[in-house]
């Protein structure tokens, strides 16, 4: 359990200063300042470089960055293969947790199961992907679908981290080509049949998350050195961004002597203020980003 290790050793780090989202982009981040913290150097190293490449690269790190561990738990029912091709996701709700669901899809009454299921500290994978979960209710919609069931009682935001984590990173790159995330065709259970599922989750946005998450994936960028973390100033007041581009969102104003910490730099749009300008903007420690042309960084 590799993913669980890696786990713990993350809650080590929040301790010693690193905060800690479940995002991807921050992950690597973290992988980083682990292997920095492992084997370079042992202690209070903030400002500790390390090299990261392409995202290619970043991608594999994303997927060996496997918190929570995916144990094949199989289903009784379930028919081989698929008489239509696989393009839609559709999502379920439990109804319970993710213990009782594997053991229904076990039981010879149950007569449903799914591809996978969604638990706070574990995901359960009961139907290949190739093959057609009884899930929907409706046969068509059965052999066109992958059903995920994710764990609605107690619904924890651990659980639905878990379910976009397990999304972006093995269902949709390795089932569905690493299609971009939209409500054309992920769906909730409800909309293929009437229905109360996924009680309790909130479709629309759990799906602008995963579009938003695969954005920051697949956000082409140019890494040019990111430090573990590191301080910078404000000298002029800045906007910050959720990407490095003045077309993207506004989150807030940073105003001039705030202080920030920062991951990184990248390339982005080129600003050009009174004839001088740049194209490098900060990669903030939440994640968004200013241009560099308003601060002063320490790395
Ligand atoms: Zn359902």
Same mark, same amino acid.
């Given at each position: 359990?590799?993913?669980?290790?890696?786990?713990?050793?993350?809650?080590?780090?929040?301790?010693?200063?690193?905060?800690?989202?479940?995002?991807?982009?921050?992950?690597?981040?973290?992988?980083?300042?682990?292997?920095?913290?492992?084997?370079?150097?042992?202690?209070?190293?903030?400002?500790?470089?390390?090299?990261?490449?392409?995202?290619?690269?970043?991608?594999?790190?994303?997927?060996?960055?496997?918190?929570?561990?995916?144990?094949? +738990?199989?289903?009784?029912?379930?028919?081989?293969? *698929?008489?239509?091709?696989?393009?839609?996701?559709?999502?379920?709700?439990?109804?319970?947790?993710?213990?009782?669901?594997?053991?229904?899809?076990?039981?010879?009454?149950?007569?449903?199961?799914?591809?996978?299921?969604?638990?706070?500290?574990?995901?359960?994978?009961?139907?290949?992907?190739?093959?057609?979960?009884?899930?929907?209710?409706?046969?068509?919609?059965?052999?066109?679908?992958?059903?995920?069931?994710?764990?609605?009682?107690?619904? !924890?935001?651990?659980?639905?981290?878990?379910? +976009?984590?397990?999304?972006? !990173?093995?269902?949709?790159?390795?089932?569905?080509?690493?299609?971009?995330?939209?409500?054309?065709?992920?769906?909730?259970?409800?909309?293929?049949?009437?229905?109360?599922?996924? #009680?309790?989750?909130?479709?629309?946005?759990?799906?602008?998350?995963?579009?938003?998450?695969?954005?920051?994936?697949? *956000?082409?960028?140019?890494?040019?050195?990111?430090?573990? #973390?590191?301080?910078? +100033?404000?000298?002029?007041?800045?906007?910050? *961004?959720?990407?490095?581009?003045?077309?993207?969102?506004?989150?807030? !104003?940073? #105003?001039?002597?705030?202080?920030?910490?920062?991951?990184?730099?990248?390339?982005?749009?080129?600003?050009?203020?009174?004839?001088?300008?740049?194209?490098?903007?900060?990669?903030?420690?939440?994640?968004?980003?200013?241009?560099?042309?308003?601060? #002063?960084?320490?790395?």
């Amino acid at each position: 359990m590799d993913g669980q290790y890696l786990y713990d050793i993350a809650y080590v780090a929040t301790e010693q200063g690193t905060k800690i989202t479940r995002e991807y982009g921050r992950d690597i981040q973290l992988f980083f300042y682990l292997l920095s913290t492992l084997f370079l150097i042992h202690g209070r190293h903030k400002t500790r470089t390390a090299q990261r490449e392409e995202s290619g690269l970043t991608k594999q790190i994303i997927k060996s960055l496997n918190m929570v561990p995916i144990i094949w +738990k199989g289903a009784r029912y379930k028919t081989t293969g *698929r008489s239509a091709p696989l393009d839609t996701l559709v999502i379920h709700g439990m109804g319970g947790n993710l213990s009782g669901t594997t053991s229904w899809f076990q039981n010879p009454f149950s007569l449903v199961s799914a591809h996978a299921g969604v638990g706070e500290n574990e995901i359960h994978e009961y139907v290949k992907a190739s093959d057609t979960a009884w899930a929907t209710g409706v046969w068509s919609w059965n052999v066109r679908s992958y059903n995920l069931e994710i764990q609605n009682s107690p619904l !924890t935001s651990a659980v639905l981290e878990n379910a +976009k984590w397990y999304l972006l !990173t093995v269902v949709i790159p390795t089932h569905f080509a690493d299609r971009r995330p939209d409500r054309s065709w992920i769906l909730p259970h409800k909309q293929v049949k009437p229905t109360q599922c996924p #009680k309790g989750i909130d479709i629309d946005s759990f799906v602008e998350d995963l579009g938003r998450r695969w954005d920051d994936m697949h *956000r082409e960028q140019v890494v040019i050195n990111v430090p573990v #973390k590191a301080e910078g +100033k404000v000298h002029t007041a800045v906007k910050v *961004r959720t990407a490095p581009n003045t077309t993207s969102q506004i989150l807030r !104003t940073m #105003k001039k002597g705030d202080g920030f910490w920062y991951l990184g730099k990248v390339e982005g749009e080129n600003i050009v203020v009174n004839n001088i300008g740049n194209n490098i903007w900060v990669h903030l420690e939440d994640g968004n980003y200013c241009w560099s042309g308003c601060v #002063k960084l320490s790395n």
